[in-house]
């Protein structure tokens, strides 16, 4: 949109005076002391350099305004992203909350493999190889509801009130969270992994093979975070999401093939661990890390996946429209 000239005109008449303005002197203080700014005023040149940046800082914005033009709307990638950006500039401020992902790991590790790894294996390197995978699976599934913790904060704050006036997609706040915290969860694997190589992890199917371990792993935390999205929403405060999401999430680790083969626990037990997710998860990373997954045992973690997402996705957008 072209600007006329009695347009510019006006732009730099409302210009100068608001310049004016600024930069006018005041009227010292009952004291005699000059105000700061008058004391300023005493040197021409930064007078000068003072009017300058604000003639040029004042027509910009004035003549973005009188344009009439909008910026672009952002994409939906975009506002995730930025989101996302934004959880891990918590991480900036804040970095005691990288304790979750790099000590509790190593504490786990070490534990288990030393201190059980004989009573349950023939030593703690044989264990190690069954253990490991597992281990890797029950962290990142702990430290997943940290989303719902940092959500139930922001709501309690009121910062998705602010979120929700903005001209963007609108699931953008949550995603963005979720991706931000897929950065934390790839720290805590390298951490284990790492760990693990370096005590005599020996994965038969490689470096390979631990990627494609790790990324499944990945694809599952993203979506089984989706139901701490929801829980964040519906709690009242960050201890109760705590405390839900640990009487959760302690069953389905402790019931499942992490720690040992569930051919040593009783008939209806097992038929528990046979249907749990975490079992599912371990299974398939286990497989692709020593050798022996099948397209089954993959399709049942994508089916799990689109499971919690196609449900916990959709209940967690309605609450975070209705949240008040």
């Known amino acids: 949109m072209t600007t006329t000239t009695d347009d510019t005109t006006t732009i730099d008449d409302t210009v100068d005076a608001t310049v004016d303005t600024a930069t006018a002197p005041v009227t010292p203080t009952a004291s005699g002391t000059p105000a700061p700014h008058d004391r300023a005023h005493d040197d021409g040149a930064d007078t000068d350099v003072l009017e300058d940046t604000g003639h040029a800082e004042a027509r910009s914005v004035l003549a973005a305004l009188a344009s009439g033009a909008r910026p672009p709307r952002p994409s939906a990638l975009s506002a995730s992203v930025t989101h996302g950006w934004r959880a891990l500039l918590r991480i900036k401020h804040v970095p005691e909350q990288l304790f979750d992902v790099t000590m509790f ?9 030393y201190l059980f790894g004989g009573a349950l294996a023939d030593s703690p390197s044989d264990y190690l190889q069954f253990f490991l995978p597992g281990i890797l699976v029950s962290t990142i599934a702990m430290i997943t509801m940290y989303t719902g913790i940092g959500l139930n ?17 609108r699931p ?5 969270a979720l991706l ?3 950065v934390r969860y790839t720290i805590a694997s390298v951490v284990i992994v790492g760990l693990g190589f370096a005590i005599g992890f020996r994965p038969d199917e490689g470096i390979l093979g631990v990627l494609a371990g790790v990324a ?3 694809a599952f935390a993203f979506s089984f975070s989706w139901v701490w999205t929801m829980l964040g929403l519906v709690l009242r405060t960050e201890k109760s999401v705590m405390s839900v999401s640990m009487m959760v999430i ?3 680790t402790f019931a499942s093939n992490i720690y040992v083969d569930p051919e040593t626990m009783p008939g209806w037990l097992q038929a528990f661990v046979k249907v749990n997710p975490i079992t599912l998860v371990v299974e398939a990373v286990r497989g ?4 022996g997954a099948s397209a089954a045992d993959l399709g049942w973690v994508a089916l799990a996946c689109g499971l919690l997402v196609g449900i ?4 967690t957008m309605r609450m975070y429209k209705n949240k008040t």
């Open 105 to 113: 790991p190593i504490m786990m590790l070490l534990m288990f493999t």
């Open 153 to 169: 904060v922001d709501a309690e704050r009121g910062v998705f009130d602010r979120f929700r006036t903005l001209p963007t997609w």
């Open 172 to 176: 953008a706040a949550i995603v963005g």
């Open 180 to 182: 931000g915290d897929a």
């Open 216 to 218: 499944v792993l990945l």
């Open 250 to 252: 302690f069953p389905l």
């Open 288 to 291: 692709l890390m020593q050798g």
């Open 312 to 315: 916990f996705a959709p209940l």
